[in-house]
């Protein structure tokens, strides 16, 4: 495995498809702190609920939520679109849906790719009609190169070229979650 500057990775976590780091352990630490300290002013004084969208939300969210120095509450939602394959379906299923009313907060989405743009466009539609005082998403990663709807997301704090990567919660077929950084990955279906 390789990372960003063509130095071997010390721990490649037996993942040996990994071609290169995209984006770091520590750029991601430093990117989400700041995206932190833009929210906790941004809703000072609001009532803020995170949304985040399971499974591969769960790492992104945890570490963006510790940089928020506001009183914020937590929820779930889950959406598929891919199942085992590393091309979206098309067809979104809400399979965890959340249990508060949002009518009485602002809502960030805290999600960690927009890829498509077809999972989160089906969501945002579905939590706009429970009326929130607001809703935003905020995305770990932007891939506007596969945009197949009118969706962009309201922050976006790293813009990725169309690769396929895994790691910090993004998975190919449940695997590479747990590694630390944003890696690319060449997939045959």
């Known amino acids: 495995m390789i990372t960003k500057d063509n130095t071997p990775v010390a721990e490649d976590y037996g993942y040996g498809s990994i071609k290169r780091v995209l984006i770091t352990e520590e750029e991601i630490a430093q990117a989400v702190k700041k995206t932190g300290q833009l929210i906790s002013e941004e809703y000072a004084g609001k009532p803020l609920l995170i949304i985040g969208i399971l499974k591969g939300c769960y790492v992104f969210l945890a570490d963006f939520c510790r940089a928020i120095k506001i009183p914020c509450e937590i929820a779930f939602m889950a959406a598929e679109s891919y199942g085992q394959s590393s091309v979206s379906s098309g067809d979104v299923k809400i399979t ?40 935003k998403v ?11 709807v009118d969706f962009t997301p309201d922050y976006s704090i790293f813009t990725i070229p169309d690769l396929f990567v895994v790691g910090y919660g993004l998975d190919y077929d449940q695997k590479y979650r747990n590694l630390p950084y944003i890696g690319f990955v060449e997939i045959e279906e």
Request: aromatic share 4%.
């Open 138 to 148: 905020y995305t770990l990663l932007n891939k506007p190169d596969r945009r197949t």
């Open 96 to 135: 965890l849906d959340l249990k508060c009313d949002i009518s009485k907060y602002h809502v960030i989405i805290a999600e960690d790719i927009v890829d498509t743009g077809n999972t989160l466009s089906k969501i945002c539609k579905i939590l706009k009609e429970r009326n929130p005082l607001s809703l």
